[in-house]
């Protein structure tokens, strides 16, 4: 089992399913076991959500849709509102924990999600908003603004909203990604990625603008997707060119997943188109 394997385990709602009756397809013996272990992996293909057919768009909301009512994305939301993971840049020092954990961080947390979403409908993954062609939130998910209960102390509530800026702003928010993208060292490419990635939050406005609410928006992981084909992009031609962490900070909590072993996207069994 690999390490992102076992985090799946941190969820407590996946407790309910290991303890239920086992009557569906699957493996029930040994034999089976060896079986699947002969069998190639299932690739999952991330594709821009313009590709993506009217089916493909319904599957994924309503994926969304039963995660949410099952309370797993509150929990989800939870989890990335807690700061105390460190997964954003929050000083000015040049070697903030945060920033260098954005990217690994995400890449795990979005797995996370695209598994869960993928209990639901098996050929789901979540798609990438390229919005650098694409200066509009996705019309078709315009109307897809979900209530979503966060679970806690406060038991708070979220109605996803949006107020999106202009296309301008949203294309000069964007222009300096060809620059970014030109960085020969991870804290530049990172710094200047998330920076792009911290306006287009601020773009969509309202739920996705504020760090306790954003990951209640679905548009959330879209944005996400595209950061992370970003990082996927950049890294080939620069291989040396990792997170600088270490010890515990290389944990990727709340998971049992190191940082080393985000860094090829092949080990998470996706890719992009």
Same mark, same amino acid.
């Given at each position: 089992?690999?390490?992102?394997?076992?985090?799946?385990?941190? #969820?407590?709602?996946?407790?309910?399913?290991?303890?239920?009756?086992?009557?569906?397809?699957? /493996?029930? $013996?040994? %034999?089976?076991?060896?079986?699947?272990?002969?069998?190639? /992996?299932?690739?999952?293909?991330? +594709?821009?959500?313009?590709?993506?057919?009217?089916?493909?768009?319904?599957?994924?909301?309503?994926?969304? $849709?039963?995660?949410? =009512?099952?309370?797993?994305?509150?929990?989800?939301?939870?989890?990335?509102?807690?700061? #105390?993971?460190?997964?954003?840049?929050?000083?000015?020092?040049?070697?903030?924990?945060?920033? =260098? +954990?954005?990217? @690994?961080?995400?890449?795990?947390?979005?797995?996370?999600?695209?598994? %869960?979403?993928?209990?639901?409908?098996?050929?789901?993954?979540? @798609?990438?908003?390229?919005?650098?062609?694409?200066? =509009?939130?996705?019309?078709?998910?315009?109307?897809?603004? /979900?209530?979503?209960?966060? @679970?806690?102390?406060?038991?708070?509530?979220? +109605?996803?909203? +949006?107020?999106?800026?202009?296309? =301008?702003?949203?294309?000069?928010?964007?222009?300096?990604?060809?620059?970014?993208?030109?960085?020969?060292?991870?804290?530049?490419?990172?710094?200047?990625?998330?920076?792009? #990635?911290?306006?287009?939050?601020?773009?969509?406005?309202?739920?996705?603008?504020?760090?306790?609410?954003? *990951?209640?928006?679905?548009?959330?992981?879209? #944005?996400? %997707?595209?950061?992370?084909?970003?990082?996927?992009?950049?890294? /080939?031609?620069?291989?040396?060119?990792?997170?600088?962490?270490?010890?515990?900070?290389?944990?990727?909590?709340?998971?049992?997943? $190191?940082? @080393?072993? $985000?860094?090829?996207? *092949?080990?998470?069994?996706?890719?992009?188109?």
């Amino acid at each position: 089992m690999t390490e992102h394997q076992l985090a799946t385990l941190a #969820h407590p709602d996946l407790l309910a399913h290991a303890t239920a009756v086992h009557d569906g397809p699957g /493996p029930r $013996t040994f %034999a089976d076991l060896a079986a699947l272990r002969s069998t190639a /992996p299932v690739q999952k293909v991330r +594709r821009n959500e313009k590709d993506l057919t009217a089916t493909e768009r319904a599957r994924l909301v309503d994926a969304f $849709t039963v995660i949410n =009512q099952s309370g797993v994305l509150g929990r989800f939301v939870a989890i990335h509102a807690d700061m #105390h993971h460190h997964q954003h840049r929050m000083t000015t020092a040049p070697g903030d924990l945060g920033a =260098q +954990r954005f990217l @690994p961080w995400h890449r795990v947390f979005l797995d996370q999600v695209e598994n %869960a979403l993928r209990r639901i409908h098996a050929e789901v993954t979540i @798609p990438y908003w390229d919005w650098t062609t694409d200066q =509009q939130v996705p019309t078709w998910l315009a109307t897809v603004l /979900p209530t979503v209960i966060v @679970p806690g102390p406060t038991g708070q509530v979220i +109605r996803v909203t +949006r107020s999106p800026g202009s296309q =301008q702003l949203l294309q000069q928010i964007t222009s300096p990604l060809d620059t970014v993208m030109g960085a020969g060292d991870f804290t530049t490419f990172v710094d200047g990625l998330e920076s792009i #990635h911290d306006d287009v939050h601020v773009w969509v406005g309202a739920t996705m603008s504020d760090l306790m609410t954003a *990951a209640a928006d679905p548009l959330f992981f879209l #944005h996400h %997707a595209n950061i992370d084909r970003l990082w996927w992009t950049w890294h /080939p031609t620069h291989q040396d060119q990792n997170p600088s962490l270490s010890g515990d900070d290389a944990v990727l909590d709340p998971w049992r997943v $190191t940082e @080393p072993t $985000t860094r090829d996207i *092949a080990d998470f069994g996706y890719s992009y188109r």
